[in-house]
Structure formats: structure tokens, C-alpha cells
């Protein structure tokens, strides 16, 4: 792999996401040689995948190249690689561009969408974990409503404007609102020859409320925007199967020829970190110092661990800030290795959650206080600008919102590769990271 | 296809590039019905190809959604389709989304790469006419520099940090001068760990100078800022063969993975419309009032037409003001037809012509001044931003061009989809507009 060997020890990072991104960038590079490997060449700001999907944003405002980020770091190596397997035996993991040794290892691959082994909902529906899933959807979205204006069968054409998403949480929400958007405000101009009435943005839930993991204020009001902007959801109700055409559910069927599926993720797991109660729900059972249970050095942070204490049984939630916090923590804890200080136990610090529905429409949750609307529309906007990594992505993002927010429109509604068929990201060997 | 029957004359334009959409938009829908054709459902502006080639500016900020154009124009349809043929007989043309019948067709379908009937270069060598050739060709050279990382074999990592341009044109020269800056202010810091010094952009010219379309002053200039710029111009050279690996000339050979042939364009045609000496040199023969010739209610504007004339017996070059200004005639000509006027012959008015090197360094010819450096740049800037369809495109560009400004810096340097191999446009199937 052509990586210098030098009298450092070496930590390999499997991951360029919010966790693995944030634990490179803290790590002293005095103190130890650092490996980065991504499948991609960027880091992807995944809470605006959904603004790309729809046509808000370009996909290159959300990625940054990692090896931008990195560009003065010493003894940092950065590689596009796809991680097969671990041999914690002999400390070497094999990938698609060759074997590496390490002395301490930390697993930072995120999730991917998890489909509950329904094979056909696998196949047929439309997964929104990467960039370009985002971009293969909205190709999709965009084809489908071009097909609409070319068939005169009416059954099609109903199907071709009906999508359906399943999953109340942030992503189906989201997605859900700006899909709204487009429906109330733009494509009635631009398909003046199709009724636009006639779509339908469908949001199913399987429990009684949507955003689950906020308040119940936050709860109301963004089912209450989601109905302002047209988009039905329904509660209680669980998809049980999908071909393509037909989605049936415990309740109703829907025809529709998108399924947009944001009902869940599970841990993306490399194959030989196992044993005991190693791999528990998908994730990767750690110590309170994200160490992997059984490992000394080997590490997981973010959406792939999952830390069980007495207080928090069912860990923290597969959400951003955690990804960062103990990427960050556990910069810390490699210097305290170093100076074989002990390590710090891991506490998440939840700073509150908020999730947007469209223009004016957002929701947060501070931990004294709860609020919606244009505030806290403002208050999403200004988070997450200061979120995205480079000065660039910022004022590209910002100046979308501000054309955006004036002339109530999204721009790039471009069909840039038409959408094929399923998998458009060629680097998403399942079997692989 | 669709298309609502009223009791207007129907146009039908084929392509959205600078000439049909120009066309389209000057049309009096009051007078005929319009249906525009395009196999994309964007109008891409190509001058600045070059830059989503080499990671200055994001593909959305080049292309605008047809849609979005025409959102209140009445009597009007955009549909996505490809023209596969066309009869002249019963005024019928055949697409891959069925038949439409014409009054009037307008064929502005513009130019294709032009491989001069050699296979092997036209299965290995990049091309870069649309956003998805220029997206691959920004994936194949990252690919590249990471695959010199990864090997050992020293003559493998120069074929990999070989960049072989062909062709002396604006286009040619505009990209290698973009690479020339990534090589000599960006690279070094991404590649720590690759000798950056190793890496050649290499530019292959046929005549004895760049810019053969522009003054004597341009040529100069342009070929001492690629120079400053660390790119190697080869004069008075033609390729004869590239196998991948190896690039043959009259002169010497050259070793490199990447060869982008910017070496000639030739018209899209479309099947169909024959006859003797309707297509000469690979473009639509057309009189003074753009009817091809031997057709009445046949035109054809921009690069796919030859303007053949006493004065110009060569026509007029093969550049989007030429096309914009047939486009607005035309339009302007089939009010004329309406109103039983006489149509108006074009003339072309030769406003200038203008290319950038890089930061600084650009020439301009106008009619009575030809001038180049910064302010060369600014008006280069100016022109460009001004004639960016959409008002977001504009800020977008302005923005990323200030920041590259200042930053010295290319920002969307991302692998989003990785190049597997030509023809990564697919829609581009050769035998169709």
C-alpha cells in the first residue's frame, strides 16, 4: 500500500465520516502515524443528503474532499479503499487495494440502510445513505414525472406521481417537506401540461407520532407543516412488501412506482471483528472508551457502536453529534495512551435535535427549550452552515437558501445520469465498507 | 407523445443548446405551437466544460433545467427524447418516445468529438462535449493520481501522471491551462506523498500555433502563460494512434494513461434528410436564411449547419455566437413566414472571441482591440458569468471564482461517481441525437 514506515505506532481509521473525520483531524500526528481509508475520496455532510435528492442543493456543496481537509497534516496518509476483512490476530486488515498493518484500529463506517431482510423492498425501493443514492433519486423523481407526461394510461401515470416514503424520522420528514415544496411551489410550472394535482407525496409511519426521537412539540408541528405543504402521512401503519408497483402494508396499498425507504439503518460491519456478544443489533458492542468488547485495540465510534451502560441500556442514538463527540474523545484518549495516563470514559452531550420541513417550517429541541417556525428555520440554517466543512460548501449553501428563500424555488432539478436501476454508487459492494 | 392538437403551425426544434434554446425562447407562441427537443433535460453551458473537467466549478453551476427556462411560456412543450430519424415526405420524426409530426423542423442539434475514423483513439481517449464526458474526465484524473499512489512500478505512476491533450483550440488550451494551475497550486498539497514535479500536462497542437481561430497577439500570450504554467505545447505534431498506454505521433511517442482529444468536432446529423450535397463536411448545407438545402420548412442553425457563401465560402466557425444569432433570425424569420414577409438573410456579426489560461492570464481579440492578462481575465469573467443561463448559476460561479481567486484553490476535486470506462453519457448512443 505504499504507506512509509516510520517509528510511530500506527492508527488506521476505517471511515472519512462525521466520527472518523473528527478523530483525524484532533489526532496528534507527533505522537502516531495516522491511515485514513474511505470508499470515497469526500466526506459527506449526510443531513443535507435530502436537499440534493430534491434538487436544492448540488451534490458538491454537501462532499469535501478529504484530502483537502488534510493537506498540511504530517505523517497522514489518506487512501480510497474498501476494507474486506480484519485479522485482529496478526493485526492486518485486507482491502481492494491491499493488506495493512496496525497497531490500533478504529472502525468508523457509519450505517447503511437497513431493509429488515425483506428482499423484495431491497430491490425495488430507493435507499438515501450516500451521495450518489441522493443523486440517483433525484434522476428518478425527475424521470418518473417525464414519463407521466408520456403515457395516456392513467393508471401509470398515477403511479409514475405517487411517492410514497416510509419512515417519520429525520430523513423521511425531511425529505418528505421539501418533496411537498416541490409539488405546492414548482412543478406545477414546470409541468404545465401535467396535473400536478394528481401527485401524491405519501409519508408512512409505523408508530404514533413522527420524529420519534424529539418532542412531542416538535412532533405536532412537524405533522402540522408536513399537511400545510400537502404531503399525506399516515401512522400505525407498517410496509410489508413492495414490487415495484404495488406496496402493501398492514392497512391500505399504495401504487406507486417510487419507494423511498428511511425506515432504518444498521451498523456496516467488517467481517472478522467476532465473538461473545461482539456484534449486538448490528453494531459493534464497545466499552465505555469505544473499545470494541474483547478488543484492546480496536475501536468503533459512531452510528456502528453501540455503548450499553446502566444508565443508557439501549446506548446513545445513531445521530452526528455522538459520531463526533467520541471521535473527539478518543483523540483525547490516544495522547493519554501515549503518556499511559488512564482513559476517559465517554458521556454523550446531547446539545438538542432539529429537523427542517420547508421554508419557515423547522422544528428544534434544546434541552430547556422547545421550538418551530421561521426561528427555528433560521436556527436550522445557521447550524448547519457552520456544520459544513469549508469555507466554499458554506457560501455555496448559503447562497442556494437565500435564492431559495426569495424566489421559492430549487434550482437543480437536473437529470445529470438518468437513473438506471438500482445501486448507482459502483463502489457499494455490499460486502464491503 | 402527448402533445395537445391546436390550430397553430408546429415547430419543432430539435436541441437546446445555445442556438435551439435561443430560438425557442424568441419564438411567438401566439403564432405557432413549439415543441423542443432535447436528449437532456438541462441546456449546458459548454464553454465552461473545462472547468467542471478539472474541479472549478460544479456541474449544476453550468447547466439550467429546460423547464425552469420555459416555465410560462404558452404553446409550449419540452419533451426528452432522442431523435432517431427523420421524414421529409410526411413531415414525421421518429424518437425513442414515438412519432411527432412537423410544419417547420429546426435542427439544432450542434457537434459531436470528431475521431477522423480512428477507432482505437475513440475507444481510449476522453472526450469532454457534455457534463457527463467532463464529469468522468474530473474522476478519471483523480483516479489516476490516486492509482500512482498505490504502485510501485515507476513507469506505471508516470503513464498515470500523464496528461496528454490534443488539440490547439479554445477548449484545449482552456483545459490544459486549468490543469496546469491544479499541477502547480493545488496537487502538491492534496499528493504529499507523490512527487507532483513528475506529473506532465502535455498539449498537442497540429498547426504552428494555439488559437489558429484567434490573432497572433492571442496565440503568443496563450502560449506563454501555458508555459509559465508548466505545460509542455508540442506545435506542428498529429497523433496517429494511442492504444491506452501509448501515444504515437509523426514526431516522438508519449506515455500516458489519460489522452483528451479536443482535435475536432463534426455535426450531430440525424438520419433522414438526404440528398445531393445536403451534408458537406459533416454538417447540414443551409442558404442564407438557414433552410438545409432542397427543404422548404427544413432549417438547421448553429454547429450542425454550414453557411456556405460567396464571401465566406468555409462558413462561419463553429461557435455559440453563431448559433445564438441564427437562433434569434430564425426566430425573428418565422414571423416573417407568418406574416408573409420576406425573410431576412443572416449575416454574422463576429462580437470577438476570448479564452482563459488561468488566474490572470486570459486574451481577448474584439474587433478593433486585442488585449490580454488581468483585465483580459476580469472581461473573460464578466462575459461568462453574464451569459450563464439563471440567476443562481451566475452567483454560484461568481462565488466559487472569488473564493478560487483568492484561495488559489480548485474545491470540487470529489470522485462522485468513479469512471469505469468511455462512454459514461448513457444517453449517448452515437447513432442518436
Known amino acids: 500500500m505504499n504507506i512509509p514506515d516510520i517509528n510511530l505506532k500506527r492508527i488506521v481509521i476505517i471511515g ?38 430534491t434538487a436544492g442543493l448540488e451534490p458538491d456543496s454537501i462532499a469535501h474532499a478529504i ?5 498540511k497534516k504530517q505523517n497522514f496518509f489518506f487512501r480510497i479503499a474498501q476494507v474486506q476483512s480484519i485479522n485482529p490476530e496478526t493485526q492486518i486488515l485486507s482491502s481492494n ?38 443523486l440517483d433519486l433525484r434522476s428518478l423523481m425527475l424521470q418518473n414525472l417525464e414519463a407521466a407526461l408520456l403515457t395516456n394510461d392513467l393508471d401509470e401515470r398515477y403511479r409514475l406521481m405517487n411517492y410514497v416514503i416510509v419512515g417519520g424520522g429525520p ?32 409519508l408512512i409511519q409505523g408508530s404514533d407520532r413522527l420524529l420519534p426521537s ?7 408541528h412537524a405533522f402540522k407543516y408536513l399537511e400545510e405543504l400537502g404531503v399525506q402521512v399516515w401512522f400505525n401503519m407498517t410496509v410489508k412488501d413492495y414490487d415495484g408497483q404495488i406496496i402493501t402494508t398492514d392497512k391500505r396499498p399504495f401504487e406507486a412506482t417510487t419507494l423511498i425507504w ?40 459512531g452510528d456502528v457502536s453501540l455503548m450499553m451502560t446502566e444508565e443508557k441500556p439501549k446506548g446513545d442514538p445513531m445521530v452526528a453529534q455522538v459520531a463526533i463527540q467520541q471521535g473527539k474523545l478518543l483523540a ?12 476517559i470514559p465517554f458521556k454523550y452531550k446531547d446539545k438538542g435535535s432539529m429537523a427542517t420541513i420547508g421554508r419557515d417550517k423547522a422544528v428544534v429541541d434544546l434541552p430547556n427549550w422547545k421550538f418551530a417556525g421561521w426561528f427555528a428555520w433560521f436556527v436550522w440554517m445557521f447550524i448547519h452552515l457552520v456544520s459544513l466543512v469549508g469555507f466554499r460548501n458554506k457560501m455555496i449553501a448559503l447562497m442556494n437558501w437565500i435564492i431559495q428563500y426569495f424566489q421559492y424555488n430549487k434550482s437543480v432539478r437536473l437529470i445529470i445520469r438518468p437513473f438506471k436501476g438500482r445501486h448507482g454508487d459502483e463502489t457499494d459492494d455490499p460486502n464491503l465498507f
Open 16 to 53: 472519512g465520516g462525521f466520527g472518523g473525520l473528527r478523530l483525524a483531524k484532533k489526532l496528534s500526528t507527533q505522537n502516531y502515524q495516522v491511515v485514513l481509508l474511505d470508499k470515497h475520496n469526500y466526506h459527506a455532510f449526510q443531513p443535507l443528503l435530502y436537499q440534493v435528492a
Open 67 to 71: 484530502r483537502q481537509i488534510f493537506a
Open 97 to 134: 487495494i491491499g493488506d495493512l498493518h496496525y497497531d490500533y484500529l478504529v472502525i468508523a463506517t457509519g450505517s447503511e440502510t437497513n431493509y429488515y431482510g425483506n428482499v423484495n423492498i431491497a430491490k425495488n425501493a430507493m435507499p438515501m445513505k450516500s451521495i450518489p443514492e441522493a
Open 171 to 202: 430523513t423521511g420528514v425531511e425529505l418528505a417537506g421539501a418533496m411537498g415544496e416541490l409539488k405546492k411551489h414548482v412543478l406545477p410550472h414546470d409541468y404545465p401540461d401535467l396535473d400536478i394535482r394528481r401527485m401524491n407525496v405519501h
Open 214 to 220: 424529539m418532542s412531542q412539540h416538535a412532533s405536532d
Open 262 to 301: 428511511a425506515a432504518g439503518v444498521k451498523g456496516t460491519l467488517i467481517s472478522g471483528i467476532e465473538g461473545d456478544g461482539v456484534v449486538v443489533g448490528g453494531r459493534y458492542s464497545v466499552n465505555e472508551f469505544n473499545q470494541v468488547k474483547g478488543f484492546e485495540n480496536i475501536f468503533a465510534i
Open 332 to 343: 483525547k484518549n490516544f495522547e493519554n495512551l501515549k503518556n499511559n495516563r488512564a482513559l
